[in-house]
Nanobody, 122 residues
Framework: QVQLAESGGVSVQAGGSLRLPCAVSGNINCMGWFRQIPGKEREGIGFIYIRSGDTFYADSVKGRFTISQDSIAHIVYLQMDSLKPEDTAMYYC??????????????????WGQGTQVNVSS
């Protein structure tokens, strides 16, 4: 059984950094991070293959955001650097248990965390 839990919900100034943790359990293939602004579709940020550690990022965050994992603690992190006001959104982690290639689309993931709000002020 996959269980997702996120902690956080913070405000940070533009140019700052933030790390979001997502605790996971169960036999999963990959973990993804997403964000959503009210009235807009959920946007894929990137994902990590749990076994290999390989990562993939959306162009909008490439070079600023990093996904990593602590395999012993079973936590996946989203490290966000050089934050911009337009990064303000509700952030979600999600897991995919189905084996095979992962994608950045929300429909690729089956189990979702409750989300945490990130506010970046100018």
């Amino acid at each position: 059984q996959v269980q997702l839990a996120e902690s956080g919900g913070v405000s940070v100034q533009a140019g700052g950094s933030l790390r979001l943790p997502c605790a996971v359990s169960g036999n999963i293939n990959c973990m993804g991070w997403f964000r959503q602004i009210p009235g807009k579709e959920r946007e894929g940020i990137g994902f990590i293959y749990i076994r290999s550690g390989d990562t993939f990022y959306a162009d909008s965050v490439k070079g600023r955001f990093t996904i990593s994992q602590d395999s012993i603690a079973h936590i996946v992190y989203l490290q966000m650097d050089s934050l911009k006001p337009e990064d303000t959104a509700m952030y979600y982690c999600a897991s995919r248990s189905v084996w095979g290639s992962c994608g950045i689309q929300p429909t690729h993931f089956q189990n979702w965390g409750q989300g945490t709000q990130v506010n970046v002020s100018s």
